[in-house]
């Protein structure tokens, strides 16, 4: 091992399993600097705004303290001041690795934004969908009936998922040996009734009015999704998320136990027989899925957030855990300014010490707008001083 290794290689020996000279330190920042008005750079040689324009546009602003010195400074350069390393270029960059084409013959998009609502319709020669969203958040799903079910996956049908060579090279570039990229895409087939095509309520009568027509319709969308994999795991993203945004509260542990772990074993062996690595973003209550969390083989699990936010203590974490990574850690509300700066002092050692090396050490799961942004420098520092090795 060098002397000194660079955040980059630290991230990838944790995922390897080999030793580090440090833990990383990933606090995931944008929320906090899209949510204070800080406009954003892109890198040089990217020029699609989309995804600053949607961040912008979907993270309500707020008035938080802002240190001088971030004053007109890209997220990259923050990073480098807080001595931390940056995740996901989505997020920290405003590139997006993969991206989704509709067939415009097949499918007709049509989006209307009016005072932060959007209205978004697909027409098709099947029907059409209407869905609409309030700050990125659904007012009204797209899929409503078994008819819509239909008729979403012709839409899928006429989808293609792409790999952006370009876009790699510019994010992989502005990352330099600050990390390597990591990348989320579209949620398993269950994730993805719940949060994006029906809503939990509609998924879960679906479930039991329906059982034909919905299982037909969660085959189909896994049978995209295999199409996506071939993608994903040809590109040369070694870290891959599943941005599930699990919670007990939603995924019930008999949902958690059908549905979503046979698809993630599915997926997770694809991945592991590909030399890559593979996360799952799981922020809500986990208390009813701690005996399942390593079900599926995950390297890692991001964002579990422990008490006094989450419903676990760091305990239970890591006796559910195991010697399975740990990726944050700290709960988000610790950054806040009305709360002690002893309390996440101790907070931030009490993780280091249960986890590590297991450990890519972040904010479960974002800093909030309202964080008081100079505590992250704070845990910089304890990282800084803290031996893994030791």
Same mark, same amino acid.
């Given at each position: 091992?060098?002397?000194?290794?660079?955040?980059?290689?630290?991230?990838?020996?944790?995922?390897?399993?080999?030793?580090?000279?440090?833990?990383?330190?990933?606090?995931?920042?944008?929320?906090?600097?899209?949510?204070?008005?800080?406009?954003?750079?892109?890198?040089?040689?990217?020029?699609?705004?989309?995804?600053?324009?949607?961040?912008?546009? !979907?993270?309500?602003?707020?008035?938080?303290?802002?240190?001088? =010195?971030?004053?007109?400074?890209?997220?990259?350069?923050?990073?480098?001041?807080?001595?931390?390393?940056?995740?996901?270029?989505?997020?920290?960059?405003? @590139?997006?690795?993969?991206?989704?084409? %509709?067939?415009? $013959?097949?499918?007709?998009?049509?989006?209307? @934004?009016?005072?932060?609502?959007?209205? !978004?319709?697909?027409?098709?020669?099947?029907?059409?969908?209407?869905? @609409?969203?309030?700050?990125?958040?659904?007012?009204?799903?797209?899929?409503?009936?078994?008819?819509?079910?239909?008729?979403? =996956?012709?839409?899928?049908? *006429?989808? /293609?998922?792409?790999?952006?060579?370009?876009?790699?090279?510019?994010?992989?570039?502005?990352?330099?040996?600050?990390?390597?990229?990591? *990348?989320?895409?579209?949620?398993?087939?269950?994730?993805?009734?719940?949060?994006?095509?029906?809503?939990?309520?509609?998924?879960?009568?679906?479930?039991?009015?329906?059982?034909?027509?919905?299982?037909?319709?969660?085959?189909?969308?896994? /049978?995209?999704?295999?199409?996506?994999?071939?993608?994903?795991?040809?590109?040369?993203?070694?870290?891959?998320?599943?941005?599930?945004?699990?919670?007990?509260?939603?995924?019930?542990?008999?949902?958690?136990?059908?549905?979503?772990?046979?698809?993630?074993? $599915?997926? @997770?062996?694809?991945?592991?027989?590909?030399? $890559?690595?593979?996360?799952?973003?799981?922020?809500? *209550?986990?208390?009813?899925?701690?005996?399942?969390?390593?079900?599926?083989?995950?390297?890692? %699990?991001?964002?579990?957030?422990?008490?006094?936010?989450?419903?676990?203590?760091?305990?239970?974490?890591?006796?559910?855990?195991?010697?399975?990574?740990?990726?944050?850690?700290?709960?988000?509300?610790?950054?806040?300014?009305?709360?002690?700066?002893?309390?996440? /002092?101790?907070?931030?050692?009490?993780?280091?010490?249960?986890?590590?090396?297991?450990?890519?050490?972040?904010?479960?799961?974002?800093?909030?707008?309202?964080?008081?942004?100079?505590?992250? $420098? %704070?845990?910089?520092?304890?990282?800084? *001083?803290?031996?893994?090795?030791?």
């Amino acid at each position: 091992m060098s002397a000194t290794l660079s955040m980059r290689e630290r991230v990838l020996r944790t995922f390897q399993r080999q030793a580090v000279d440090r833990i990383v330190w990933q606090p995931r920042i944008y929320y906090w600097y899209y949510g204070n008005r800080l406009e954003n750079k892109l890198p040089d040689g990217y020029e699609d705004r989309g995804l600053l324009e949607a961040f912008q546009e !979907t993270i309500q602003a707020h008035d938080g303290q802002v240190p001088e =010195r971030y004053v007109g400074k890209s997220m990259l350069e923050i990073y480098d001041d807080l001595a931390a390393s940056p995740r996901y270029p989505q997020e920290v960059l405003g @590139v997006s690795l993969f991206r989704m084409e %509709i067939d415009s $013959k097949r499918v007709k998009r049509i989006t209307r @934004v009016d005072k932060g609502e959007r209205t !978004t319709t697909h027409e098709t020669a099947w029907g059409t969908l209407r869905e @609409v969203t309030r700050h990125g958040y659904h007012t009204e799903y797209p899929v409503k009936t078994p008819h819509d079910m239909r008729v979403m =996956r012709h839409i899928l049908d *006429s989808t /293609e998922f792409l790999y952006d060579a370009h876009a790699f090279a510019v994010a992989d570039g502005a990352f330099g040996e600050r990390g390597p990229l990591y *990348s989320f895409y579209p949620r398993s087939p269950l994730q993805r009734l719940i949060i994006s095509y029906m809503g939990l309520e509609n998924t879960i009568y679906a479930l039991i009015d329906y059982p034909r027509q919905i299982h037909d319709f969660l085959k189909a969308i896994e /049978e995209w999704d295999d199409k996506m994999y071939e993608v994903l795991l040809s590109s040369p993203l070694q870290i891959l998320n599943f941005g599930e945004n699990i919670d007990a509260n939603v995924d019930s542990p008999r949902l958690f136990e059908e549905y979503l772990i046979p698809y993630y074993k $599915k997926r @997770v062996a694809q991945i592991h027989q590909r030399g $890559k690595f593979c996360t799952i973003h799981m922020d809500g *209550s986990l208390r009813p899925l701690l005996h399942l969390i390593n079900e599926a083989g995950f390297d890692g %699990i991001e964002a579990a957030t422990p008490l006094p936010q989450g419903d676990v203590t760091l305990e239970e974490l890591k006796e559910a855990f195991g010697d399975t990574i740990l990726i944050d850690g700290i709960p988000a509300i610790l950054f806040l300014p009305d709360q002690p700066r002893a309390t996440l /002092e101790s907070f931030a050692v009490k993780v280091l010490e249960i986890f590590s090396p297991n450990l890519i050490l972040g904010v479960s799961d974002e800093v909030p707008p309202t964080a008081d942004i100079n505590k992250v $420098k %704070i845990v910089s520092q304890i990282v800084e *001083s803290f031996d893994p090795r030791e």
